[in-house]
């Protein structure tokens, strides 16, 4: 087999074409490097072998029949743990929930198993999806491999989907984002991430956190890989203006579109120099690909839709958690155990208010759409910090990324360099509700003239 660890969806299928290798074997590739390198990386909180093997060969039927169904089929992918697949635990990161087995397979895995995908397991997250720095006392931490000498954050909630992708682990994986849950472990581990428009996936079979801001997305090396599997489980139609713009191969491919960006002084807290100095690096190659930049107000104050994104997460997350939360005798990990119970505070109005800005800034948000293409903001304000200096009760890696939610935009996460420590640096994009195509078209044309989505961690000190 040839070295894998970085390769994209379209490559991995463009393999399978030519016959350079079968599902079979591919899948066995993964499987390999998960039993190699996951006993430090602990990304997947459950691996199914048998299972995935099964697929894989029933991938290598259908291509041997012409009867393959589509681009994605014979391909691996991993399952953040809050999607129920039949007969399988679904424990959202709760060790309290380590004997539940789902009834039903939620219809997002369903759909990618329609497609011929083949799911290797399940992968960690945050305990209920409630936390941006991808720590969980009781099932453990994924390790950030761009770091194998100190444990630093992996980014949250979906931690072991942006930690295995990283790894090579395997090519994509799905994950949530409700306040950036996509989008902070991708940036935090150099990989791409999709934030999806709400009602873009059905998210029936998921543990909710927010029923009014959860969304599906997924993880990959590129762009174009996130849309792929975006479309085979929820079609993203054409953005408005994509059908205008010239083809990728002029110099020019972004002449006509507008971006956004923030004057510094503006930030809602200062960023690390490293990120800042990404974050211009990628402003420059979107000028040179021909886009309009614009230093402009953004209608929104970041802090305050946090801070209202937050408490529509609260109360929501304790509605549905109230029944067990409170039990001092469950191993609830006492962070999160914080956060839901901060939602039986809030009041029944304060709740109102927010779900009433929410409802505002959506439409100051399609308004202020229509006259740029897309915001672009660095994602996190620094690179990955160890896990011995996250303070789960005083302080958020989401500050750029839970607008993005509140506002209902769609979002990207892209790599964008790394620290003068060798971590990854990501950028946000946000753009309209509804334009998965526009922005994933977006980055591709970034990506087609950068390599950062190229590079891959060196694990060799784990491997023995």
């Known amino acids: 087999m040839p070295d894998l660890t970085s390769a994209t969806l379209s490559t991995l299928a463009a393999g ?48 041997a029949a012409a009867y393959g169904l ?10 953040k743990d ?15 929930w380590s004997e539940r087995r789902a009834d039903e397979t939620a219809p997002v895995v369903q759909r990618l198993i329609e497609a011929g995908m083949v799911v290797l397991g399940k992968t960690q997250m945050v305990e209920f999806a ?43 994986a799905l994950g949530s984002d409700t306040g950036g849950s996509v989008r902070i472990p991708a940036a935090a581990n150099g990989v791409t991430g999709l934030k999806t428009s709400r009602g873009r996936i059905d998210l029936a079979g998921t543990v909710p956190l927010s029923s009014t801001l959860d969304t599906i997305g997924f993880l990959a090396r590129t762009a174009e890989d996130t849309l792929l599997l975006t479309r085979a489980v929820g079609d993203a139609p054409r953005h408005r203006d994509q059908a205008g713009w010239p083809g990728i191969e002029r110099a020019r491919p972004l002449a006509g579109i507008r971006i956004a960006t923030m004057d510094p002084r503006h930030y809602p807290v200062p960023v690390a120099d490293d990120v800042q100095t990404a974050t211009e690096a990628a402003i420059a190659t979107f000028l040179e690909l021909g886009a309009t930049i614009e230093m ?61 800005y929410h409802r505002e ?28 200096e996250v303070a789960e009760d005083f302080s958020s890696p989401a500050v750029f990324t839970r607008a993005g939610n509140f506002v209902d935009a ?34 591709a044309v970034f990506q087609q003239v950068t390599e950062w989505h190229n590079c891959a961690p060196d694990l060799s000190a784990l491997d023995s």
């Not at 589509?70 to 399952?79: M, N, S, Y």
């Not at 001092?328 to 109005?349: C, D």
Request: aromatic share 8%; charged share 15%.
């Open 410 to 443: 769609t979002g990207l996460a892209l790599p964008a360099g790394f620290s003068g420590s060798g971590l990854p640096v990501g950028i946000q994009l946000l753009s309209a509700p509804a334009s998965e195509a526009f922005i994933t078209r977006l980055g």
């Open 16 to 63: 399978l074409e030519a016959g350079t290798y079968s599902s079979r074997s591919l899948t066995e590739y993964y499987l390999d490097r998960i039993r190699r390198f996951d006993g430090a990386l602990n990304a997947f909180a459950s691996v199914d072998e048998v299972a995935a093997l099964d697929l894989a060969d029933a991938a290598d039927r259908r291509r």
């Open 361 to 388: 800034m959506q439409l100051v948000w399609q308004r202020w759409s229509r006259e740029y293409h897309a915001l672009l903001t660095p994602c996190l304000a620094d690179p990955a910090i160890p896990v011995s």
């Open 130 to 172: 409630f936390g941006g720095w991808g720590t969980n006392p009781h099932l453990g931490t994924p390790l950030n491999p761009w770091d194998l000498s100190e444990p630093r954050i992996p980014g949250g909630s979906s931690s072991g989907s942006g930690v295995a992708v990283a790894a090579g682990l395997v090519p994509a």
């Open 296 to 356: 402009a107000t953004v209608p929104f104050d970041f802090m305050r839709l946090m801070q209202a994104n937050g408490v529509i997460i609260a109360s929501e997350a304790y509605a549905y958690h109230r029944h067990h939360i409170e039990d001092e005798a469950l191993p609830f990990g006492p962070g999160v155990r914080s956060r839901v119970l901060s939602g039986k505070t809030i009041s029944a109005s304060a709740y109102l208010d927010a779900l009433g």
């Open 70 to 79: 589509g681009p994605l089929d014979g391909l691996p992918i991993a399952v």
């Open 82 to 96: 809050l999607c129920d697949i039949k007969g399988r635990v679904t424990t959202a990161g709760s060790r309290v």
